[in-house]
Nanobody, 124 residues
């Protein structure tokens, strides 16, 4: 059974950093496109970043230069390093996976599998 479990969220002050982790089971992250999404209260889900199985990456304009997605195939884990956090980054962050995105990924594409999410709160 395919499963994604996020962790690493929390409360941080503006300008601080967090690293989110997403442990995958039931599939090999090296062969799936994976992504991070977020959803703030009262807002639609927003694609944050993705990494294709081939290694290409994409970021939302709002996080470019501040966030970095990475993958550890040995640990079967996806990471999202978030630096210089801002109050507008406050949201529940979800990781997602889909076997279709090999050579490239786009943050607004649909992903078949998703985790339960981890809360990130940035205080001013």
């Amino acid at each position: 059974q395919l499963q994604l479990v996020e962790s690493g969220g929390g409360l941080v002050q503006s300008g601080g950093s967090l690293r989110l982790s997403c442990v995958a089971s039931g599939f090999d992250v090296a062969f799936y496109g994976t992504a991070w999404f977020r959803q703030a209260p009262g807002k639609d889900p927003e694609g944050v970043s993705c990494i294709a199985s081939g290694g290409s990456m994409a970021y939302a304009d709002s996080v470019k230069g501040r966030f970095a997605i990475s993958r550890d195939s040995m640990k079967n884990t996806i990471y999202l390093q978030m630096d210089d956090l801002k109050p507008e980054d406050t949201a529940v962050y979800y990781c997602a996976a889909d076997p279709r995105y090999g050579s490239g990924c786009r943050i607004f594409d649909p992903y078949e599998y998703r985790g339960q999410g981890t809360q990130v709160t940035v205080s001013a």
